[in-house]
Every structure is written in C-alpha cells, then in structure tokens.
C-alpha cells in the first residue's frame, strides 16, 4: 500500500508570485483535503476534493485554488503569495475503500518559504 | 461555530510515568474524534479515532482514548511513556460539511 506522497518537500518563493504544490493520495482513496499549518500552530483546513469537485472549503481566500485529477491525485495552487502564506501545506487522503472521508492519512507535507 | 482546544501547550513526563493530554471541543452534534501524533518537520500519524459505538478507544503505540459526551471530551491516555513518545500531539474534530478542525496542540516532553 502506496501512503500519500507531496512534491516538492521545500520551496521558497518571493511576495506575488504563485506556487502550485502537488499531492498523491494513498491507494484506495478518493478524497484529498489540503491543510495549512503555520510555525507554533495546528493545522487549518484549506479545502477538500472529491471525485474532482470542490467538497467543502475552510476560512481561505479564493487565491488558494485546487485541482484534483481522475487518479485522485490533487494539486494546491496559491496566486499573489503573502509574507503569510509560509507555513507548512499538508495534504491527507481518506475515503473510498477505507469507507469513511474523515478518517485522513496524511503525507509529509511541503514546506513554503515567501520572501 | 465549532472549535477544538487542547489547554495544555507543554506537558513534560519522566519516562515510565502515565499520561494525559486533554481535548475539549464545541460541536452541536457527536463529532468524529481523532488524536494525531506529529514529530518535528514531519505529517501526521494518526492514533486513533471514535466514531460511535464504544468511548474508550485504543489506538496504535499503546495509546486509548475516552470520549466523554457530558463533558465533550475526548482525553488521550497512556499508561507508561517511552521516551520516543516526545512529539506534538493534536486532537481533532471532523464536523459537518466535510470540514476537519484541529487543536493547537500539545507538545510532549519525556524526562528520562
């Protein structure tokens, strides 16, 4: 059994520009959810996916986007990036065979430095 | 609005001695529950999680958990830490709407 996989494990970026972080979910599962984690804090809900369509959205402007594939694979994208947006972006799988969406298996998440 | 708070921020431990870390959350209906254990720089493992049916949970690395309705608790337990046991550990709540709250966390020292 494959876990989730992110890519790229560190990025650094400066203030505007755009970012897109990638996301493998764990075989079996249909669902991805992507959460943002800044230094000192738990992790905030960003937003989930489900059979490619937006499935329920936390507290986050609209320049975070996502995008999930046929494979159940997803992508993170963030436009216009603030000093703010540095923090580590975790992404979990959950659903389909293990049956329930909220049980999540996380990756290692991708680290995210704006300058 | 529904919410997740751990009040402890540090606890520290002497190896072999129990612990528990505390969880209260606001939520209007039982909630799924999940304690999550995160090592510096990495995701998270999840230990454990309540769904329905019986309250007190075991998980992995011989952790349980007890939900408490009354009191809308969900309090992780150990009963000897090992001192690869040193690490953040967070409570969760999965509410309606497909939408996941998590805890600010506890961090756990053990003293050997």
């Known amino acids: 059994e494959t876990g989730v996989t992110q890519s790229p494990t560190h990025l650094i970026k400066t203030r505007g520009q755009q970012v897109t972080l990638r996301c493998s979910s764990q075989?079996?599962?249909?669902?991805v959810s992507w959460y943002q984690q800044a230094l000192g804090q738990g992790p905030q809900f960003i937003f989930q996916?489900?059979?490619?369509?937006?499935?329920g959205r936390g507290n986050f402007p609209p320049r975070f986007s996502g995008l999930q594939f046929p494979n159940y694979s997803s992508e993170l994208n963030v436009n216009a990036l603030e000093l703010d947006d540095s923090a580590l972006y975790l992404c979990?799988?959950?659903?389909?065979?293990?049956?329930?969406?909220?049980?999540?298996?996380f990756g290692p998440g991708t680290r995210l430095t704006v300058t | 609005a529904q919410s997740v708070t751990q009040p402890d921020i540090h606890i520290t431990v002497s190896e072999g001695a129990s612990l528990e870390l505390r969880c209260n959350y606001s939520y209007g209906a039982t909630p799924y529950l999940f304690w999550y254990v995160q090592s510096p720089g990495q995701g998270l493992q999840l230990l454990l999680k309540?769904?329905?049916?019986?309250?007190l949970v075991q998980g992995i690395k011989g952790f349980e958990a007890e939900f408490k309705r009354s009191q809308s608790s969900f309090n992780l337990r150990k009963p000897s830490v090992h001192w690869s046991d040193a690490a953040e550990y967070f409570c969760?709540?999965?509410?309606?709407?497909?939408?996941?709250?998590f805890g600010s966390g506890t961090k756990l020292n053990v003293k050997p």
């Open positions: 075989s079996g599962h249909n669902t």
């Open positions: 996916y489900y059979r490619e369509e937006e499935n």
């Open positions: 979990a799988s959950s659903g389909g065979t293990s049956g329930n969406t909220y049980e999540q298996y």
């Open positions: 969760a709540v999965g509410a309606g709407f497909n939408k996941f709250y």
């Open positions: 309540y769904f329905s049916g019986d309250t």
